[in-house]
């Protein structure tokens, strides 16, 4: 009971206090490649706090609604994760939450919040199946849903499954908004719709919608962490090098539109998925 | 206490509304010349959004006309409080060259609350970062002045 009451209490600290060096490092590294020297490690934590301090403007009250049911639902996912619960629960209260963003842009008129909603929608259509055949891939290794049993297998699971550790990455590039899947908004001036759907939260719900952001990264990067879940030292760096590729990736691609990013990522994902199930499967 | 942390979270990061108000562009190359890797603002937390619901400071160059008074108004109408108003190069100080024209206003200060006011013609980017910074210590300025009304 103590025990899973602290790792409630770690999964709730871990999204603000991992999510938030995560995207000060992130942003670092990306000004190093650009050639800049690049905010502080505290820049995001800055950048949130004064969110908090500004007027509260909203459009209308479900926009609030939503940004609040966003981070509610992103933190309870973390925290399922933190209690080595269903992977299939996670992934659904995962999506529940992104899929209140796309209904809090929708709640409002301006037409770029709606673009961004619609793109926005079009990538959950592009990962959401991918995540969910990965998932398959670790029951048919581990013989059950639970990351318990990811935790109590003997052998790191990217031996197994190579080919579904690179789907995950198409859908960790997506959700963290990276190029050249940053069609919805994305951090920087990368897309012709830079901030899309998150144009019109302001101030605190932006705040808001910026921590539930940093939930999902530190979710989906516990995902990834599973892969090399025989060591502590193998997870970690298993999720820096998986990060490294992200930023590079990030920096080194162009823009694309989302016809090609739901043809790509489908075709490349559920071939390379049915490849490594089938492989699985007839071992 | 945690007033003075949201205030140091104020200073440290600005974002950027930057805002054509009808000029020769001359103005627009040397405020987009500071997030260059030459000067890099963002080393300082500074993000050139463009979207007024997000911003912190607006930065306008050129004159205000009868046409894009409304624009100007409704950009600082959308940004949320607190915010500060940068006015930068001749023209929107005071009109400049086009002062005399039938169609334009003056300086956007005939429209709006400007805080702090950049010359040059075209300002150079060193200036803009410093009417940057100085419009930061506005911030604190405007949080005494709340503060002595209350």
Redesign the interface.
Known sequence: MINSLVMVIAGLAAGPALGGVISGLD?ILT?RL???????VW?P??????L??????VVNVWQAFCAYCYVAASSIALVLFFLQSDLLLILFVQAVGALFLVIGAFSSTSPFSQIGAHRELLQILSYEPLLVLVTVGIYLETGSFKIQAVYGGDAPLLLKLPFLFVVLGYALTIKLRKSPFDLSTCHH?HQEL??GL??????PF?ALTEIGHWYEVVLLLGLCSLFWATSWGGMIIIVVITYLLEVLIDNVSARMNWRWMLGYVWSMGLALSMVNLVWLYAR | MFKK??????I??PWLLHFDCGSCNGCDIEVLACLT?LY?I????II????P??A?IFLVTGTVNQRNKKVLLNLYDQM???KVVVAIGSCALSGGIFREAYNVLGGIDKVLPVDVYVPGCPAKPEAIIDGVVMALENFIRKKDEEKTHA
Not at chain 1, 45 to 50: E, G, M, N, S, T
Not at chain 2, 5 to 10: G, H, L, T, V, Y
Not at chain 2, 48 to 51: E, L, S
Request: glycine share 8%; charged share 30%.
């Open positions: 942003r000004a650009q050639a800049r020297i690049g905010p502080p820049q934590y800055f950048d949130v706090l004064k908090f301090g500004k007027e509260k403007m001036a830079v901030k998150l144009t019109d939260f302001s101030g932006l | 942390i949201i205030q140091k979270a104020r440290k990061s890797p890099d963002e080393r300082f937390g050139n959004v463009g979207n619901m997000h912190d949320p409080q607190p």
